[in-house]
């Protein structure tokens, strides 16, 4: 049977996730956390059929519930796959989760920050199918359960993810598009199945012409069929780096300006 270029791609990203889990099972030495990496509260969700899934909540320090907060919610790469409620903050997911969380962004955008940890043999999503799977229906009730505890801004709540964690997010779009005000996209692809749905949200698209994981072809004709659906995404692309693109993104100095900008409906 002859595989298509994105099927192909669509197992060379999952054999990459595959690899770096693998990679992390085997680390023997213990994960050191920062000291702010404390502020991250573990938590543990479990479903009515008992099925369980770990998850991280920053919280803003002068938290008042009288007021409305953004919320980020972060998918993690393949490397932040597990159970112990550390890998989806740390290491290769760190600048994704704790570029929100400094002081100076924090001051101009107080957001609270969702990190729930996929299981270590599972994926966010299918690329190919677009489907809401078992472990983001934990993820999507997390959500819920947050809004129902804190004072959640509805207009505000923002999705990004690199990877793996990027299917995730593309799958959201697609499945959700009227309840996100933006999303971050970094390193990733997808079949679509509904790129209007995508077009009716700020999108920010994050690649590295030297990715062996994700071409960059793959992903330039991505934002030209997003484009031609109605949407406005917006491209950065970075010369000779690799697949590790949230080096850069996360250095963006118009990041969290950008984001913190985009208000749902609006």
């Known amino acids: 049977m002859k595989l298509g270029f994105r099927t192909k791609v669509s197992l060379l990203l999952l054999l990459a996730s595959l690899l770096a889990a693998a990679a992390t099972s085997a680390q023997t030495t213990p994960i050191r956390l920062k000291p702010d990496d404390y502020i ?12 369980k899934m770990p998850y991280r909540l920053f919280a803003p320090q002068d938290y008042d519930a009288a007021k409305k ?15 112990d409620n550390e890998a989806q903050i740390t290491k ?7 570029v929100w969380t400094t002081k100076e962004n924090q001051a101009q955008f107080p957001a609270f920050v969702l990190a729930p940890q996929c299981a270590g043999n599972e994926n966010w999503s299918d690329p190919e199918i677009n489907e809401v799977n078992p472990q983001m229906q934990m993820a999507l009730d997390i959500l819920a359960l947050v809004q129902k505890n804190y004072s959640i801004d ?6 990004a993810g690199q990877s793996m964690g990027g299917l ?10 009227e ?10 692809f997808d079949n679509f199945t509904n790129a209007k749905g995508i077009a009716r949200v700020p999108l920010w698209i994050f690649q590295g012409d030297g990715d062996l994981t994700v071409p960059v072809d793959l992903v330039r004709e ?18 000779k780096v690799g697949h590790e693109v949230w080096l850069k993104a996360f250095a963006e100095p118009e990041l969290v300006s950008w984001l913190s900008a985009q208000i749902r409906g609006k």
């Open 179 to 188: 309840k996100w005000a933006a999303a971050l996209v970094l390193c990733s």
């Open 168 to 177: 995730g997010v593309w799958t959201l779009l697609q499945a959700f598009p």
């Open 154 to 159: 509805a207009d505000r709540i923002y999705l």
């Open 69 to 83: 907060y953004p919320l980020v919610i972060w998918f993690h790469g393949g490397e932040g796959r597990g159970f």
């Open 222 to 239: 991505m934002v030209k069929q997003l484009k031609k659906a109605g949407g406005q995404p917006r491209y950065s692309e970075y010369h």
């Open 40 to 51: 991250f509260r573990k938590n543990m969700y479990t479903n009515k059929k008992g099925d």
């Open 92 to 98: 290769g997911n760190e600048l994704g989760t704790h």
